[in-house]
Structure formats: C-alpha cells, structure tokens
C-alpha cells in the first residue's frame, strides 16, 4: 500500500488464507471442545441431546467445529491480543449458544425456536459450555496466529515494504486522482503496491465549473477538493516534474527550492493533462486570458470588475471606453461557450453597481472557426445555443479564426479588428509539455500514443491516461477516445487494474467506454444537453447540468459548499470585490512568453471540450 | 528461576487477593458458606475454611497480578478486568472444580446457577476489590491523570443530570419511583471519574463502560447495601435479586448516561474553555462522518434483517407497528428496519474508528446491543407504544426473545459496519509514523479494557435467566 506505514498483519486476506484460518480454528474448536465435551459427557449432560440417530455427544462435536471456525476467522493475531482473542471467543460462545442452541438445535429436533426464558434455563448447561469453549478456544487460536507470525516474521527475507512495486502517477487531475483511488482499493485487496502520486497542484480542480468561478457564481475553493483528502492513503508529493528518465525509470521532482529529487518507479502513469496552445499566433499568448486554472478564472474575474471600475467614471475617451467594455471570446466549444455566457451574466449582473455605463455598453463577442458552436453537439442543439446566446446580444463570428492579438484589439482572419480589453483564448489545448520530451510515440496534437490498455507506445512500464494520451478506441476502430473528464476518470481506474494485472502475472484489459453525455451551460438558467442520445435544453437542461454536475463534485463538503453559493446566488448579487491590486494585476494576464514549468493537469480538451 | 519483573506484581496481586478474599470472606461468613470451602480439605469449620479461601483468594490473586502485567492494563482500566475475572473464577471454581473436587455433579445448570448467585456476587466484589487494591498498592502502574475536582463536579453534574432526566421520563410520566436516583446518581457520578480518571475517549466506548458500571452500581447500591443497611445482614438470595432486577434497567441506563454526559462534558468544556488547538479534534465531524453514517444505516439494515427472523417467529413485529398506529406486520417490519437503520447510524457516530479487529467489532456491537435492549426493548418500545417500561422480572423475562435479538442484531451491525470501515478507510495503513503512532495509542486505550467490557456484558446477559427464571 502507499502508506508510509502499514501494519501488515492486518491486511485484508485471500479467500485461500480465509479458508486457513477457519480450518486452523475448527482443529482449534475441536481440540477445546474434547474435555468440554467430555467433561459434560461424563456428568451425563449430553445424554439427551442426541437427533434421531445421531449421538448425544454429536451435536456438540459440531457445535465446538463451527464455533472454532468462526472464532478462527474472527480472531487473529495480534501483538496484545491474548485478551482480546479470549474475549471474542467468548463473545462467539455466547453467540453460537443463541443461534445453535437455542435455534439451530431447536430447528433440527422439529421445534419451533421461542427464545424463551424457559429454553434458555433449558439449555443454560450448554451456555456454561460453550462460553468455556470459546475462551479457551479464542486463547489457543491466538496462540497459535501469534507463534505463526513470529515464525513468519523470523524466516522472511526482506520487509514487506521492500516488496511493494513502486507506482508513480504524475498528475492530480480526474484521470491521476481516479488512478490513486483504484489503487487504494486495489492494496486493500491485497496487491503489493506503493503509490506516490505528483503534482503541483495540491488539488483537483472540477474544471466544468470553473467559468461559474471566473464569473464570480461560485467561490474558488469550492470546486477544488484537496488531493491528500481524496486519496488519504497514498503518498502525495507536491511539486512538478522536470523530466523522465524511462531507461533508469526514474522521474526528477522539483519541489520548491530544493534540488530536484530521483524518485524511482516500477510502473509510471503519466495524467499531466492538456495546457493551452496558442499556434504561435502574434500576441495571443502575452494578451489572451485562458480558463485552464483558479488562478486563470480568478484573474479574469478581477480583470473584468476592474475594467468596469474604470468605464464608470475614469474614462473619457470614447474609444478605450469601447475597449474596455468590450469582451472577445475565442473558441466555440464548451469553455469558449460557457466563458461568454458566464461574463456576460457576471457584467450584467454587477451593472447596477456602475451607474455611468449604460445597459447596453457592454459588448460580447464569440470568434470561432467553424460555422457553428458546440460542434460536439447535435445540429439542433448547436444552432439552439447559438440562438439564445445572439437573443441576448451577444455577438458571432463565426468560420473566421483570430490571427492577431494585442493589449489593444483583437485581429480576425477576414480582417476585422475589434477593439478590446478582454480577450479569453479557449480555443486551443495541447498535452503538458512533460509528455514531449518523452521519445514514445507522439500523435498530431502531441500527445502520448498509447495502445488499447493504456501502455505508452515504445515506453517501457509507461502508462497514459486522460488528455495527454492519445487511447485507441478498439470499438471504433481505433478511432481515439475524446479527450473529456468522464473518459479521464475511467482510464484511471482501467490503468490502476491494467498494472496490478501486468504484477500479477495477467494480461490488461482495453479501455472501453462510451460516451455517457454532454452538457454545457449557457448561462442564466439555461444549458443545452445530450445524454445517451436525448437532447435537453432551456431550464431542464440546466437543471440537468446543475444536478450532474453537483453530484460529480468530489467530496460531500464541496457538494455543500456550492449548493450553498448556488442558494446564495438567488437571493443576493455578484459580488464585486477585487481581490487583486488595481491596475497592474487585473488588467494582464501576466502570462510568461513560452510555458516555464511543466503542465498543470488539466483537463479541458482542444477547442474547448471540456466535458 | 522466577522473573523480578514478575515476581512483583505476583506478591503485589496476591496481597491484593487477600484484600479481596477478606471482603468476599465476610461476605461468606455473613452468608454462612465458609464450611462449604471447608470441605475441600474433608473439614466442616469455618475457621479452616476461611483459611483456605484466603489461601484460594491470595493464589488466584497472584494470578491476577500476573494478568494485569502481562497484558500491560492501565490503572483506570483493572476495575472492569477485576470483576470479569472474579466472574470467571465463578465459572471456573464453584460451578465446576469445587463440585469435580467434591466428586459431585457440574454445577452449570441454571437451578445450581441461582443457588449460587450468592457466590457470583461474592467473586464479583472480591474481583472489583482485588482490581482496587492492586492499583493502590502498584502506584507505578501506567494510567492517565488523576481526577481534579473539576472532574469531580462533572460525574456529579452527570449523575445528575441522568437522574434528572429518568425521574422526568419514567417517575413523572409513567409512575415509577425513581426519587431515590437523584442519590444514587450523585454517588455513582461522583464516583465515576475517581475510578476511571478524566481521560478522553470516544462516546461509543464510553456508553459501554457506563453500561458495565451501572451493573457494578447495582450490585452494591441496588443488590447489597439495602439489606445491609436494614437488615444488618446481606442478603444475595435469587429472590433478593430478582426483586432488585426492577431497578437494574435504571441502574444500567443512569450508568450509561453518566459515562455519555461526562464524556460529552468534557468534550464541551475543552470546546469553550481549551485555547489550544492541539488538544483539540483534528478530524472535524463531516469529514468523514457523512461515508460513516452510510454504513451505520447499511450495518444496521442488515442487523435489522437478522433480528426480523426473531421477531418474526415470536409475533412482535405487531407490537413495533404500534409505534405508528398501525397493527399489520409489514408496517410492523418497515418500522422496524427503520429503526435498525437509525441505531445503524447512531452506532457509527459513537463508534467511529474504534474497531480495530473482527473480534472489536462483534464486541462493541454486541455490547451496544444490549444496552439497546434495555434502552429500547424494555424501556422506550413499551413507553412509545402506550404501556409502561417493563421494568421489572416479569417483563424482562417476556422480553427474553428481544434480548436475543438485540444480541444477534449488536454482532451483525459491528461485524458488518467493521468490514465496511475496513473496506473504505482502514485504520492499519497510514501515511506516516506519527500517525501510525496516534493510532496504535489510540488501539491500545480503546483494546485496554474492551475485552472485559465486552465479557461484562456477556456476563450480565447470561446472568440475566438466572435472575428472573423459575
């Protein structure tokens, strides 16, 4: 197991070794159970206790038999467990004096068990008995356990902890979190297993509902659940991983200031997740805000109470005023749908506290390359998203791509330029930049191709999962699986099986799934969704999506804690505190030319496919 | 050659064996029984036979002080072990050596049982008075801190408040006499932190060893004081007791409810007054508290199921659909599952985290099983439907079939509720050493005295026929 300690005696035994244990208890049973028996034999107490042909000593020969061998299952050893042994033998007697004496006996002489007083000062004798054959029987199987285990322990090798095969998972998002969790059950069933998961991120960031954060719907901590909360057993180090060396099979771990960490592995599974990828277009990437973490949603939250902070009164100029207020969104998939719903709700929602700009200032406006939003949708359901958004005012452009960004406008391939403050990129992603310097093989989009089962191609003991993988769909013909959280989630667990099967000797099984839904928000009260092929839209969908996703929410806590802000939500606004520094921090991204630290695991999928 | 490190708490346990053995002997010399010992060295004076209990008394103790090392008990803890062990030496001595010695028939049939009851007490205060002695003379055993009189004003506030809160329950609204608690929950709060310190520890446990502690209240105040007092004399005759079983349900749950009170007392003032947040939880309740209740709810479901079949067969499931106005069996069932379940997740809040084994788990259920017995069976279920508690030998021996099944439905709620804990969150695997270290504290605190609290209750529910039959 991934714990730093663990009292292997404990573990959760095999049925072979559960069998042991009650077969040693019913020898145990019987060897207490023949001077019991005797003794009462020999004062003449089982002399009428025979059924039918059986003799009178019969039944309590079967009794003592099946009562040593719950009590062997039931008590094992342990360092002070004399008393304890003792007493659960006991406890087993008087049990066993209920169910066979008083109903089993019953049962079988034809009778109907009463449970009585009266049949139980009947068979008080045996009460007697078998709470005296269970001490001793408790005692002697205690002592038997306890001398195995000594001998155990004198005779092996190594310590168990030298044993365990060291899995390192990289990566704290839905498919590296999902992984831990299998793994923590997989040790509890006994595979021999020492997990340490990395990340740099101490917490899994439930990503469907970022945009609310970025909007100011729903605090920041409350879509996060901590890593060391979810997987309580696993070793969890915090920090980011430099590189992989696949031959000495070792990862380097930077963990703040110290020097980078060896950390060796015998099975690696790599769930770094997608960063964004701008396409080496001009200025996109100095002056787009993305939507990949908390920090990206809370700074453009603040960027955006900042800029109408400075449209109310500061600004004269009729031109930046437009910039100010205006918000281009890029990508027309899930995030860049949800982004311009979402600042749309958020600048609307916050207006009546910015009396010197008009209701009709604020101008949004989507830029996506295609010739409809929400491509991973129906038709239908696409073209209805696009309708209740344009009712709103909310701008398109759409088969255009952005070609150029700056701190003062955005550029659009058919020439248009737009004059804006606020521009949000979601319209591309790659995998973490880890996964290429990795010599496996390497699909388009530069992520890790794996085969059916999870394995990195021309990696040795190389895992991958989630939107750094490229999963061939056997289903589909290979076709690759969707890079989306519900698919993460189970490739972790299938990756998690796959390497305690490859330990024990066993083939790994192909990840198969299919997709369950998709849904995305479109603002206030309203969402599109399609689910197993029915197609939801308007309140119910956003119904839908609110309860889906409140239960998708890891931990019962954050379920509370959103509920709450969602409850909160109706009867109060937006709040429009800034919670950075005015001006410098709200009005840039602040985002370094070229990535200087390996991917967050994230896990929304290129053009916005988050779901 | 003999061990020092055994040598000392042999001599100590032997000297605390004659403490008790010189209880146990007045007690026979009051009841007249010391020729019976007598006539194991074929002698009918009570002069020899005194001599040769103090003999037995001083060898068994040793025996005693032997266990108490061996198993590393701690101070606050020997008590319980004291009375599990005189009651073993009742099984072992009287009911069968003494009667093999005298070449006579076993004495474990249940009319042999109640002519010895006198000699169950008798074990039980020189087990409880050999545990006391040995503490006192072994001041350098380990244990927790000493009462303060702050601790003090907490049982008493405690055995108060239980009090108070029976008398308005049962005095006031169903017309039994329970003036006499107030008193009785005074001494008994009072003398709840001198015997088993302020230290900490969970609910759950606690409940139990309230549970052991009012049989112990019992015995004294309700079983052998009264006659004393009136009589000059003791008087542990069977009908004696079975007289005095009207108030043992009182005394069990007033127990019960001190060690819970004081416990959650405790918990309180630590919560206002303790600025340290150290001393304070470090897991809050909804952490883990939410999967904890789940499995309460499922464990007890399937107790529930198990303790059907009892119910089933005896035709009670009418008298629980009482409880909503209903007659049918199946409404009967379903209320009857329901408060399965509640129990279920009642058991989980108190025991969270405190099985540590199989065995623990059967051990905690059973024993929270029959205080629900005697909470719910014979007290709240009669209240609830109309009647009265059935507080006395009569109605506890009707209620034989439900103690059945509070027991079977304690062992299939601990078992499975384990099993579930074990599956989700075992306590075994930790993330570190200090952790592994808190925890193995923690195991040894709650195992210190669990397996006597269990062999109490086991005690006292097989003593239960001996009471009340015939």
Redesign the interface.
Same mark, same amino acid.
Request: aromatic share 10%; glycine share 8%; hydrophobic share 55%.
């Given at each position: 197991m991934s714990g730093a300690a663990n009292f292997g005696s404990q573990s959760r035994r095999e049925l072979p070794a559960r069998m042991g244990l009650a077969g040693w208890g019913a020898a145990a049973g019987l060897v207490t159970g023949l001077p019991v028996g005797a003794l009462m034999g020999y004062q003449g107490m089982l002399a009428d206790r025979g059924i039918g042909a059986i003799p009178g000593w019969g039944p309590f020969v079967l009794y003592a038999t099946a009562a040593g061998a719950a009590i062997g299952l039931v008590v094992a050893y342990r360092p002070r467990g004399l008393a304890v042994a003792a007493s659960g033998g006991v406890l087993i007697g008087l049990l066993g004096w209920l169910f066979f004496w008083l109903t089993l006996d019953r049962v079988l002489r034809g009778q109907t068990p009463t449970w009585s007083i009266l049949a139980a000062a009947e068979a008080y004798p045996e009460l007697v008995a078998d709470l005296l054959h269970g001490g001793l029987t408790g005692a002697v199987v205690h002592g038997l356990f306890s001398r195995r285990a000594r001998r155990s322990r004198s005779e092996s090798a190594p310590p168990e902890s030298e044993q365990l095969a060291r899995v390192v998972i990289v990566g704290g998002g839905f498919g590296g979190l999902s992984a831990a969790k299998r793994f923590e059950r997989l040790a509890l069933r006994g595979a021999a297993i020492d997990v340490t998961l990395i990340s740099d991120s101490n917490f899994l960031l439930f990503t469907p509902m970022l945009a609310e954060v970025a909007s100011g719907a729903l605090e920041p901590s409350h879509i996060s659940a901590p890593v060391r909360a979810a997987v309580v057993h696993t070793r969890f180090r915090h920090g980011a991983v430099e590189d992989i060396d696949t031959d000495g099979r070792t990862v380097s771990l930077i963990a703040g200031s110290a020097p980078a960490e060896r950390i060796p592995y015998d099975h690696l599974v790599l769930a770094v997740g997608s960063v964004p990828h701008f396409l080496d277009l001009p200025g996109v990437q100095a002056h787009g805000y993305t939507l990949k973490d908390l920090n990206d949603a809370i700074l453009l939250r603040n960027h955006v109470i900042g800029l109408l902070e400075r449209a109310d009164h500061m600004e004269p100029d009729p031109r930046e005023r437009e910039r100010l207020l205006t918000f281009v969104v890029a990508g027309g998939g899930f995030a860049g749908a949800e982004a311009v719903a979402e600042l749309f709700d958020l600048t609307h929602g916050v207006l009546h506290y910015f009396p010197g700009i008009g209701p009709d200032e604020p101008r949004f406006v989507l830029v996506h390359s295609r010739d409809r939003i929400l491509p991973e949708l129906s038709a239908e359901l696409g073209a209805y998203a696009l309708g209740r958004l344009r009712a709103r005012g909310i701008e398109f452009r759409l088969g255009v791509r952005v070609a150029e960004a700056s701190a003062q406008d955005v550029l659009l391939s058919d020439g248009e330029r737009i004059p804006t403050r606020t521009f949000v990129w979601t319209a591309g992603n790659r995998p973490g930049p880890l996964v290429a310097t990795l010599d496996g093989e390497h699909a388009g989009n530069g992520a890790l191709v794996t085969d059916s089962a999870l394995r990195a191609a021309r990696l040795e003991r190389v895992w991958a999962v989630g939107d750094c993988a490229q999963i061939p769909d056997v289903d589909l013909d290979g076709v690759p699986f969707p890079p989306t959280a519900q698919h993460a989630l189970r490739q972790g667990k299938v990756v998690a099986d796959n390497i305690a099967a490859v330990l024990g000797g066993r083939t790994p099984a192909a990840f198969r799934f299919r997709t369950l839904g998709l849904l995305v928000a479109l603002g206030h009260r309203t969402a599109a969704a399609e689910i197993r092929g029915h197609r939801f839209s308007g309140l119910a969908a956003w119904l839908l999506w609110r309860g889906i996703y409140l239960a998708k929410l890891p931990g019962i806590e954050k379920r509370l804690r959103v509920l709450l802000d969602w409850v909160l939500d109706l009867a109060f606004p937006r709040d429009i505190v800034l919670t950075t520094r005015y001006p410098t921090e709200s009005t840039t991204p602040a985002r370094p030319a070229a990535p200087a630290r390996p991917a967050r695991p994230t896990r929304s999928a290129p053009d916005g496919q988050s779901r | 050659m003999t061990s020092p490190s055994l040598v000392r708490p042999a001599a100590a346990g032997a000297a605390a064996g004659m403490a008790g053995g010189a209880v146990f002997g007045a007690a026979m010399a009051s009841l007249g029984t010391l020729p019976t010992v007598a006539s194991i060295v074929r002698s009918d004076s009570v002069a020899v036979g005194l001599a040769v209990h103090m003999g037995i008394a001083a060898t068994v103790g040793a025996g005693f002080g032997l266990f108490v090392a061996?198993?590393?008990v701690r101070r606050s803890e020997t008590l319980f072990w004291g009375l599990i062990y005189g009651g073993?030496w009742w099984?072992l001595g009287p009911?069968?050596m003494l009667p093999l010695v005298l070449g006579k028939?076993?004495a474990?049939?249940?009319a042999n049982?109640q002519a010895l009851l006198p000699s169950l007490i008798g074990h039980l205060f020189y087990g409880a008075t050999t545990a006391l002695v040995f503490v006192a003379l072994r001041r350098d055993t380990g244990g927790g801190p000493r009462p303060r009189l702050g601790t003090a004003l907490r049982g008493v506030a405690a055995g108060l408040t239980v009090a108070a809160l029976l008398y308005l329950g049962f005095d006031r609204m169903a017309g039994i006499p329970l003036g006499w608690l107030f008193l009785v929950g005074t001494l008994a709060g009072l003398g709840y932190p001198l015997l088993f310190g302020p230290r900490r520890e969970g609910s759950g446990p606690a409940a139990i060893r309230g549970t052991a502690y009012g049989f112990l209240c019992w015995i004294v105040a309700g079983l052998t004081l009264p006659p004393l007092l009136r009589d000059g004399a003791l008087n542990w005759s069977r009908e004696a007791a079975a007289s005095a079983v009207d108030r043992l349900p009182a005394y069990l749950l007033l127990g019960a409810g001190i060690a819970l009170v004081f416990t959650w007392l405790g918990g309180l003032a630590r919560w206002l007054l303790v600025d340290d947040v150290r001393m304070l939880r470090v897991e809050s309740p909804?952490?883990r508290g939410?999967r904890a209740t789940g499995h309460g709810a499922l464990a007890g479901l399937t107790g529930g199921l198990v303790f059907s079949v009892?119910m089933v067969?005896?035709d009670a499931l009418p008298q629980v659909a009482r409880l909503v106005g209903a007659q049918a069996p199946g409404a009967g069932l379903v209320v009857h599952l329901v408060i399965a379940q509640i129990i279920g997740v009642s058991y989980a809040v108190l025991f969270r985290r405190r099985s540590f084994?199989?065995?623990?788990g059967?051990?905690w259920g059973?024993s929270y099983g029959f205080l629900w017995w005697v909470l719910g069976g014979l007290t709240l279920l009669p209240v609830l439907a109309g009647g009265e508690p059935q507080w006395n030998a009569a109605g506890v021996?009707a209620a034989? !079939?439900s103690l059945? /099944?509070h027991? #079977?439905y304690g =062992?299939a709620l601990g078992a499975v509720y384990y099993q579930l804990e074990?599956?989700a969150?075992?306590w075994?695997?930790?993330?570190?050493?200090f952790?592994?270290e808190r925890i193995v504290a923690l195991r040894?605190q709650t195992?210190g005295s669990? !397996?006597?609290l269990? /062999?109490l209750t #086991?005690l006292i =529910?097989?003593t239960i026929?001996v009471l009340?039959?015939?």
């Open positions: - | 061996n198993q590393h073993f099984f009911l069968t028939p076993l474990w049939d249940l049982a909804g952490a939410l009892v067969l005896v084994d199989l065995a623990s059967i051990g059973v021996a034989f !079939p059945v /099944g027991l #079977a =062992a074990a599956r969150n075992p075994w695997i930790t993330r570190s050493e952790e592994a040894d195992l669990a !397996p006597a269990w /062999g #086991a =529910a097989l026929p009340i039959s015939g």
